[in-house]
Nanobody, 124 residues
């Protein structure tokens, strides 16, 4: 079993930056990919970014492409989401998730394991 713990959320002004981290523990050798999703109040959970654990291939939602960068540190079993040029519409709870097989990176239903979430608030 894998456990995920996110950190790094907070309050930032528009145009600012934050870096989220997601530390994995447990049976981490089974991880195929990890992703970041977000959920704003009254909205559905949406895909933000994902990275394949072995090859490091990256995937982004159009809304964050060019502003956010996902990376992973295999030795630390940690995935990062560097968020630059933040906008008020980026305000949400950000969740880290892990999956154990190939398939669509974009659907939250493909990720069985989730962290507790971290709040990101961008003020205008």
């Amino acid at each position: 079993q894998v456990q995920l713990v996110e950190s790094g959320g907070g309050l930032v002004q528009a145009g600012g930056s934050l870096r989220l981290a997601c530390a994995a523990s447990g049976v981490t050798f089974s991880i195929y990919a990890m992703g970041w999703f977000r959920q704003a109040p009254g909205k559905e959970r949406e895909f933000v970014s994902a990275i394949s654990w072995s090859a490091g291939s990256t995937y982004y939602a159009d809304s964050v492409k060019g502003r956010f960068t996902i990376s992973r540190d295999k030795a630390k079993k940690t995935v990062y989401l560097q968020m630059n040029s933040l906008k008020p519409e980026d305000t949400a709870v950000y969740y880290c998730a892990a999956r154990y097989n190939s398939g669509s990176y974009y659907s939250h239903n493909q990720y069985p394991t989730w962290g507790q979430g971290t709040q990101v608030t961008v003020s205008s």
